[in-house]
């Protein structure tokens, strides 16, 4: 089971948002805009989504959208803001958060999940928050979490895993390869073939496994 006191969660919130451009460009990334119809930003949804399961929640972001996170997200405190000096790519942004977690605990276990996803079904949710979390820190592994696809969609990135694994209660997945987004005509073979996740870039793992495996 997921021990809620070592899950830290790290909303990373740095991405410009250019596929919803011009509605969403720097000055306006997609995770400040109401896009789920609820008239709230992305971002508050997602903090709001994740607050009850986590022991603590940061974000991660660039120094120039510090206001705006600040404007959305009042209460979050300055040291739960994670600032990244310079944009240098997703896995260094989360090396980046996963050092400051271990700086205050090194037997933490790390959720990052998106800031700008509309989620229908947050106690779905919640449970994939939950399982990904237990699995991380039950097997010592790096964890994502994939959705079974619902259409060929070509605007995704897909995860292809088949052989079970179970990491005492909780069934997972071995990940056998992360796919990029593809065409059309793939995009139905993944579809039929039933071992392809959408790739939903949430990840979860024990935040010495995850700097073990940077070095």
């Not at 992305?42 to 709001?48: D, I, K, N």
């Not at 909780?170 to 392809?196: N, T």
């Amino acid at each position: 089971g997921l021990n809620r006191r070592t899950l830290r969660a790290v909303i990373p919130a740095g991405g410009a948002g250019s596929r919803l451009w011009p509605r969403s460009r720097r000055s306006t990334p997609k995770h400040v805009l109401p896009l789920s119809g609820s008239g709230r930003p992305l971002l508050r949804e997602t903090y709001e989504r994740i607050r009850p399961l986590a022991a603590e929640v940061y974000v991660l972001t660039e120094q120039r959208q510090v206001p705006l996170i600040r404007e959305i997200l009042p209460e979050l405190k300055a040291d739960r803001l994670i600032i990244e000096p310079a944009a240098r790519g997703t896995t260094n942004a989360l090396g980046l958060a996963a050092m400051t977690l271990a700086e205050e605990d090194p037997e933490a276990v790390m959720i990052s999940i998106p800031a700008d996803h509309v989620v229908r079904g947050r106690d779905a949710f919640q449970a994939a928050v939950r399982r990904a979390a237990a699995v991380a820190e039950g097997s010592g592994e790096l964890v994502t979490v994939g959705l079974r696809p619902r259409y060929p969609a070509t605007g995704f990135g897909y995860i292809e895993a088949r052989e079970p694994v179970t990491v005492g209660r909780v069934r997972a997945l071995r990940v056998a390869r992360f796919v990029e987004k593809p065409d059309a005509a793939r995009a139905r073979r993944f579809l039929a073939g039933g071992d392809f996740y959408w790739n939903l870039a949430m990840f979860s793992w024990r935040v010495g496994t995850f700097l073990e495996e940077l070095k």
